[in-house]
């Protein structure tokens, strides 16, 4: 069994899901190693006990780490997260939406959440196809939760939208979802996605944030097995 775990990012112009995805001693491995990524911090820093680990809080320096300002110092935490990550064998798939495009090509514009979500799950689905494996799928905690979870079994019944059809036969149970202080796979979904959201959306940046960022993404590069933003 495979279990996938989606967090998104976003701002008006792009729309990012990730979908961390691993089996239960891949799952097992990444509650650790990220554990011990806190112990870590709690330990030789200022930032404190039971840590969840944000993207945009610690690339910000918002919330917790507000008590570490170096912006090298977070790097250096965001660097060992990412190897942790790395290390689990946990795999992503990156979904993404150009919503400027979007608005630019139709005149009635989806909601991008379901339309990205619907993306990523027939991704996962194709995933989990191609290994002969079933897969249960989380997504972090937000509103309208049943509104998404009938999308899915509409998408069972009746096919998903577009070119590339399914009715996600490897996809099983209930669309579940569950606040990321209760999850490390969506933690870690959480800092790739706005990792990528971040370098699709601040493209003009200084060499040493491009350097940053271009580091951390090959941390984890080869642990991505399918990445692709709509361009409409």
């Known amino acids: 069994m495979l279990h996938a775990y989606i967090d998104e990012s976003y701002c008006d112009d ?44 610690l690339f910000q320096g918002a919330g917790p780490w507000k008590a570490m300002p170096r912006v090298p110092d977070r790097l250096a935490v965001a660097a060992r997260l990412f190897r942790a990550i790395e290390s689990s064998g946990v795999e992503f798939v990156v979904r993404g939406l150009d919503r400027t495009a979007q608005r630019a090509r139709y005149r009635e514009v989806f909601e991008p959440y379901p339309l990205v979500l619907t993306h990523i799950i027939r991704q996962i689905n194709r995933t989990a196809q191609e290994r002969a494996e079933q897969v249960r799928i989380t997504c972090d905690e937000i509103h309208h939760n049943d509104r998404h979870r009938a999308m899915l079994e509409q998408h069972r019944q009746t096919g998903t939208p577009g070119y590339d059809r399914s009715t996600l036969g490897h996809v099983v149970d209930a669309l579940e979802f569950v606040s990321s202080e209760d999850s490390r796979m969506v933690q870690a979904a959480d800092l790739l996605a706005y990792l990528v959201h971040r370098i699709a959306s601040k493209p003009d940046v200084t060499r040493a944030e491009r350097r940053a960022r271009a580091h951390l993404r090959g941390i984890v590069s080869h642990r991505v097995i399918h990445e692709f933003c709509w361009v409409p």
């Not at 039971?50 to 945009?56: A, D, N, Q």
């Open 14 to 57: 792009w729309f990012y899901m990730v979908a961390a995805i691993g089996n239960d001693s891949q799952m097992n491995a990444l509650e650790r190693r990220l554990d011990e990524v806190a112990d870590y911090v709690a330990r030789g820093t200022d930032v404190g006990e039971t840590l969840e680990f944000h993207g945009y809080e």
